[in-house]
């Protein structure tokens, strides 16, 4: 869907980003991993043009994105940014509705249109509508960032740090939120982050990048069982494992057996939470109830590796 | 309410244009003769208030225009220099930039609005760039980003939230320059300076009383009238 195709940047000499060449694919959420200064940012710029490669082909549905011009190119692009940027001046549906305006959509269509993005996002259309940005917290106006870059409909979304500024609880709770919408409609999404617990948990395909270049493109199993070298298994951690079992539930490692005479857990744990346990309990398996009703069990070479992604 | 407060000055100003009213207070400073002008008052307000106006517009159009120009991205240095060079504007003492401008332009109207642009750019450039350079760069990324172009991030984003601060500066210039243009009567412009030179020239207290209250009710009215447009605006 997205291809960089020996992609580069040099600030005078200084190279940011050399001789780049990956594939989004089409629907996958991408994260874009790596320290600071790696060059994350300005790959992602590059495939909206906000940062004009000096070589190399960006191509977004095969096409090249040169033949575009910047402004109709972002159009179809969506944009998050790390502190939202939200127009202070206009409410939350003027803020929402600024691509489709750009795009010349007639006033019915757009309204309704933001409607039902206030409505995906979780926040009520006939509450937040007519408000002002300054009086969202920090959740809600990127909740409205989202949506504002999901107005109209683009295939992709480029997103910078989107929960960066964001407390845990809210950082978390948007983070499954997202996912959620990103799979229902099915939106390439690239974005960059510096937390490897979100790249490990949101990521479909995680590109670990350093000094410009990228180190190692693949799934997050990939990168946490098969680190291309020293650098990708220094820089994730040696509990990276661990970080990848919190992201998911546990009723996608459970397998038929026999609950007797296990330590019983409810489905609602996360992964990691029931190694916790298997740890405590001083177990080899658990028993696993969704509300009561035993569901099976999980045994504790089952945590090993990836679990059946949901 | 607020509306009423607004329209206090400009009804004292009125009642102060009313033939002899103002003359017949002052009166008792001139040994009790109300001072006679050759002109009648309210024609030498209207031309007072036609220069400053007539001061805006070009400081409008020549100033909001340059802040914008030199706020552009990459332009630091010039946007700089331009915020010194608007700022010397008003170093300059008024009598030594009118004998300067006498000798090119004559006398009358031409070197007291020379003087007025350059007293009223300082505050309408200096506030259009302090006003255009605080609009959080996270929103301009953002609208860049979606896809505005240069024009339409300018009139959708940074013009609305430049605006209160611009027309701050636009209504602190008007108001400086009520005072300034009363200097334009010493090079023959007219204006409420004509009591105020002719009374220090004859030692008349009450004659330059009545064009300093004149021009300080016009300054009061303009600055609540101008306040009151830009708080609608909001």
């Known amino acids: 869907m997205i291809e960089l195709q020996g992609v580069e940047k040099r600030y005078g000499n200084a190279p940011a980003v050399e001789d780049l060449t990956l594939t989004f694919p089409e629907g996958a959420l991408c994260a874009l991993l790596g320290p600071s200064g790696c060059g994350k940012t300005t790959t992602l710029r590059m495939i909206n043009r906000l940062v004009e490669p000096s070589g190399g082909r960006v191509l977004l549905a095969g096409e090249d994105t040169r033949a575009l011009r910047p402004e109709v190119l972002r159009r179809r692009i969506g ?23 750009l795009l010349g959509w007639d006033r019915q269509r757009t309204a309704a249109r933001v409607d039902e993005l206030l409505d995906l996002v979780g ?23 989202v949506a504002r870059a999901l107005a109209a409909d683009p295939p992709v979304l480029l997103m910078d740090e989107p929960f960066g500024a964001l407390d845990p609880l809210a950082r978390e709770w948007l983070q499954l939120a997202f996912r959620d919408i990103q799979r229902r409609l099915g939106t390439t999404v690239v974005m960059v982050t510096h937390d490897i617990d979100e790249a490990l948990r949101l990521g479909d395909l995680v590109a670990l990048m350093r000094g410009g270049r990228l180190v190692q493109f693949g799934s997050p199993d990939d990168l946490v069982l098969r680190p291309a070298d020293p650098f990708v298994r220094q820089f994730l951690g040696e509990d990276a494992p661990l970080r990848q ?5 546990l009723s996608a490692f459970v397998s038929p057996g026999d609950p007797a005479g296990l330590p019983v857990v ?8 029931a190694l916790g346990v298997l740890l405590r309990e001083g177990a080899d398996a658990l028993a696993v109830q969704d509300g009561g009703a035993p569901l099976g069990v999980v045994r504790w070479h089952d945590l090993r590796g990836s679990g059946r992604r949901p | ?56 517009v070009v400081v409008v159009a020549l100033g909001v225009p340059l802040a914008l120009a030199v706020t552009r991205p990459g332009r630091d240095a010039l946007r700089d220099l331009t915020g010194a060079v608007a700022g010397l504007g008003q170093t300059v003492p008024t009598f030594a930039l009118l004998a300067l401008a006498v000798p090119a ?13 350059l007293y009223g750019l300082t505050p309408v450039v200096g506030n259009g760039i302090a006003a255009l ?32 601060v611009l027309l701050a500066g636009i209504r602190t210039a008007t108001v400086y320059n009520v005072g300034t243009a009363t200097v334009g009567a010493a090079l023959g412009a007219g204006g409420l300076g004509e009591p105020i030179i002719n009374g220090l020239s004859q030692q008349n207290t009450a004659l330059v009383m009545v064009g300093a209250v004149l021009a300080a009710l016009l300054a009061l009215s303009l600055d609540a009238l101008l306040g009151q447009g830009s708080r609608q605006r909001q």
């Open chain 1, 79 to 101: 944009y998050v940014i790390q502190h939202v940027g939200l127009f202070p001046h206009l409410t939350v549906a003027q803020n929402v509705a600024t691509v489709p305006d």
């Open chain 1, 123 to 145: 926040l009520d259309p006939g509450t937040y509508r007519d408000q002002r940005p300054a009086q969202l917290s920090g959740g809600q106006a990127q909740r409205v960032g």
């Open chain 1, 245 to 249: 079992l919190a992201g998911q539930p």
């Open chain 1, 266 to 273: 409810d489905a609602s744990l996360d992964a990691r939470e």
């Open chain 2, 1 to 56: 309410m607020r509306g009423l407060g607004a329209l206090l000055w400009p009804a004292l100003l009125v009642l102060c244009l009313w033939p002899g009213v103002l003359p017949g207070l002052l009166a008792p400073l001139a040994g009790g003769e109300p001072p006679t002008l050759d002109t009648p008052l309210w024609r030498l307000t209207l031309v007072h208030l036609g220069l400053v106006a007539a001061a805006t």
């Open chain 2, 105 to 117: 332009l004559g006398f009358g109207w031409p070197p007291t609005l020379l003087g007025l642009v």
């Open chain 2, 133 to 164: 350079r605080a609009v959080d760069p996270d929103a301009l990324d953002a609208a860049r980003g979606m896809g505005m172009t240069p024009g339409q991030t300018l009139r959708r984003i940074e013009l609305p939230l430049a605006r209160p």
